[in-house]
């Protein structure tokens, strides 16, 4: 499809703008894979449900999407002064390119393929509200990144829908829509990422400033979004059925009292051999845990830019 404006040649963002977030990106995504145990993910004890996968996999693959970090947030920079809605076809290619550095990375496996997305478009954002003098805050990041996916759920998704029944050339999030009605990864972009601004954010706050120990705060904040979220990687290994099994799960754990002190994490052993047993991995719920801490350190910073 022919780009309809292409984004002026402006003034790029200054470099260490620029330089913080995104190493404050590539530092989320670390923070992610390495926090430990995660039920059913890779993390420093175990590969969870997966079997082509593990720790350095993820560790080599966030170096390489570490290099792109910066054009993302160049682009929204540069691109500021388009409809915020005809920004997402000129991220796009940059997202695609960043993907195929990936899967070099990995030899093929899909470490990062959701973190990327999410990321890519958060990064874009903050570039446009650094250009439009905004003010760089959780939540106008993520109602930017709304604004770059208006209508990408009913372009995507929906209208796909007749245009593609049952052909191979849909991706999981696709089927998916088709069969349980998940939206999936655009889903929560296109609303701006609820989960994180109404849910996992506030608790990931709420806990620290309890005085939690940052990483206990961060796995029991890992099961709010396992509760609530409905991810298509748990749906596309074990149906509405392993989703649902899930998020009861996640709920129980966090109803008794979720995982407070380190005692508690024996409840996240238990989780994590069950959650393999059933080859479930919630991998959009870990993808949203990145954006949660990447924006927990946005709001904590006082950097001026
Ligand atoms: C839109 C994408 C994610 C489509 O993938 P797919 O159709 O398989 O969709 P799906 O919703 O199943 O998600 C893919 C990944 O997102 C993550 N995910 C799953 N569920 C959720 C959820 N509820 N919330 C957030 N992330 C989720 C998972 O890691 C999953 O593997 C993407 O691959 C794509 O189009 N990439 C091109 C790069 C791009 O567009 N970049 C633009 C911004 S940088
Ligand atoms: N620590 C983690 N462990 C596993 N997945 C993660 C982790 N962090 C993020 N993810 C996300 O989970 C996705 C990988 O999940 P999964 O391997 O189930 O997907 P797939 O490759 O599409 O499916 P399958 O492995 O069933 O063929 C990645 O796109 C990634 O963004």
């Excluded at 290994?237 to 109803?255: E, I, N, T």
């Excluded at 959650?275 to 801490?293: F, H, K, M, P, V």
Aim: hydrophobic fraction near 40%.
């Amino acid at each position: 499809m022919p780009i309809k404006q292409q984004p002026s040649d402006c003034a790029a963002i200054d470099e260490h703008s620029v330089a913080y977030y995104s190493e404050l990106a590539y530092r989320a995504m670390l923070a992610e894979v390495n926090l430990t145990p995660k039920p059913g993910l890779v993390d420093r004890n175990n590969c969870g449900a997966h079997k082509d996968m593990e720790l350095e996999d993820f560790h080599r693959s966030a170096l390489a999407i570490r290099q792109w970090l910066p054009r993302f947030i160049e682009f929204g920079a540069c691109s500021a002064n388009l409809p915020a809605v005809d920004v997402l076809i000129g991220l796009r290619p940059i997202g695609i390119a960043c993907e195929t550095d990936m899967f070099r990375a990995t030899a093929g496996v899909n470490t990062h393929k959701g973190s990327i997305f999410s990321l890519g478009l958060l990064c874009a954002a903050i570039g446009r509200l650094h250009t439009l003098h905004r003010l760089i805050t959780p939540e106008l990041i993520c109602s930017t990144a709304a604004a770059f996916c208006r209508g990408l759920t009913e372009r995507e998704l929906q209208s796909t829908i007749n245009n593609h029944k049952n052909q191979p050339s849909q991706t999981a999030g696709q089927r998916l829509f088709q069969q349980l009605g998940l939206t999936g990864a655009r889903g929560e972009a296109e609303a701006g990422y609820p989960l994180v601004i109404q849910l996992a954010l506030p608790h990931y706050r709420d806990r620290l400033a309890q005085g939690i120990d940052p990483e206990l705060a961060l796995l029991d904040t890992l099961l709010v979004l396992m509760a609530h979220n409905g991810d298509t990687n748990v749906a596309s290994r074990g149906g509405p059925s392993g989703l649902s099994w899930l998020q009861q799960r996640a709920k129980a754990l966090l109803c008794q009292g979720g995982i407070r002190h380190p005692s508690d994490l024996r409840h996240l052993h238990d989780f994590d051999q069950e959650c393999i047993q059933r080859n479930l991995s919630a991998g959009g719920s870990a993808d949203l845990l990145i954006i949660t801490w990447f924006l927990a350190q946005i709001s904590h910073s006082n950097y001026q830019h």
